[in-house]
C-alpha cells in the first residue's frame, strides 16, 4: 500500500520535469531562432546586401527590386515546405533549414528595420517580449482550454493575410491601422495558445528523433507569434525615419 501511495507522486514528478526539459528545449530553439534573425538583419542593413533590396532610378526615386520582393514574401511560402520537413524529415535535416530559415526572416526584414529609429526598435521589442512572455506563461499555466479560440485566431490569421494583400493597391493608412491592431490582437492569443498545443503534443515516451522534431515544430510556431506580434507593434508604436 505504501508503496502505491508513493508511486503516483514520484510518476508525476518524472513527468512535470520531462516536460520542463522539453519546454525548455523549445524556447532554447525559439530564443536561437530570434538572434538568427537579428544578426541576418543588421548585417544585411549594414553591408552591399542591402542594395539587393532596391532599385534607384535617374531622378533618384527609391523603389523596391524584384529581388527584395521575393526575399520579403519567400518565408511566408517557405514556411509550409518547413512545417513538411519538421514532421517527415531528419532532425538534421529540420535543424538545418530551422536555423536558414530563421536567417531569410532576417534578410526580409532589413528593409523594415531601415524604416524605423533605433531607438523605436528596441522600445517596441521590449514591449513584444514582455507582452509574449506573458501571454505564454498563461497558455502554459492555464488548465482552461483555448483550443476554440485557437480555431478563430487562426481564421484571423487568414483573413488578415487577405486584407493585407488589397490594402498594398488600395493604401488606405486607416485600415492599415485597423490590420495592425487586428494583427496585435491575434498574434498576442496564438502566443498563449501556442504554448498550450505545444504542451498538449508532449509525451514522455516520445523518442528522443520525434521529441527533437516536436520542439522544433513548438519553436517554430513560437517565433513566427513573435515575430508578426513585433511586426504589428511596430507599426503601431513605431517612430519611422
Not at 200 to 223: C, F, H, M, N, P
Not at 224 to 241: C, S
Request: glycine share 8%.
Amino acid at each position: 500500500m505504501e508503496n502505491k501511495t508513493f508511486a503516483k507522486p514520484a510518476a508525476a514528478a518524472f513527468i512535470d520535469e520531462g516536460l520542463r526539459q522539453f519546454m525548455i528545449k523549445v524556447y532554447n530553439y525559439m530564443f536561437g531562432a530570434l538572434c538568427v534573425t537579428a544578426l541576418a538583419a543588421f548585417l544585411t542593413v549594414n553591408t552591399s546586401l542591402i542594395r539587393l533590396f532596391f532599385n534607384i532610378n535617374a531622378a533618384g526615386q527609391v523603389s523596391m527590386s524584384g529581388f527584395g520582393y521575393l526575399i520579403l514574401f519567400a518565408p511566408l511560402v517557405l514556411v509550409f515546405w518547413l512545417n513538411s520537413v519538421i514532421r517527415n524529415g531528419s532532425v538534421q535535416k529540420a535543424q538545418a533549414i530551422f536555423w536558414g530559415y530563421a536567417a531569410l526572416m532576417g534578410m526580409s526584414l532589413s528593409p523594415i528595420m531601415l524604416a524605423y529609429t533605433h531607438t523605436s526598435l528596441t522600445k517596441v521589442f521590449l514591449i513584444s517580449a514582455a507582452t509574449f512572455g506573458g501571454m505564454s506563461l498563461y497558455g502554459y499555466t492555464t488548465k482552461k482550454s483555448l483550443d476554440s479560440m485557437g480555431s478563430f485566431l487562426y481564421m484571423g490569421v487568414w483573413g488578415l493575410i487577405l486584407c493585407l494583400i488589397i490594402n498594398m493597391f488600395w493604401g488606405n493608412s486607416m485600415f492599415d491601422f485597423v490590420l495592425s491592431v487586428i494583427g496585435v490582437g491575434i498574434f498576442t492569443g496564438l502566443a498563449a495558445y501556442d504554448t498550450q498545443k505545444i504542451r498538449q503534443i508532449y509525451y514522455e515516451q516520445d523518442t528522443g528523433d520525434v521529441s527533437s522534431r516536436k520542439a522544433i515544430y513548438g519553436a517554430l510556431s513560437l517565433y513566427l507569434d513573435f515575430i508578426n506580434l513585433f511586426i504589428y507593434m511596430l507599426r503601431l508604436l513605431g517612430d519611422r525615419k
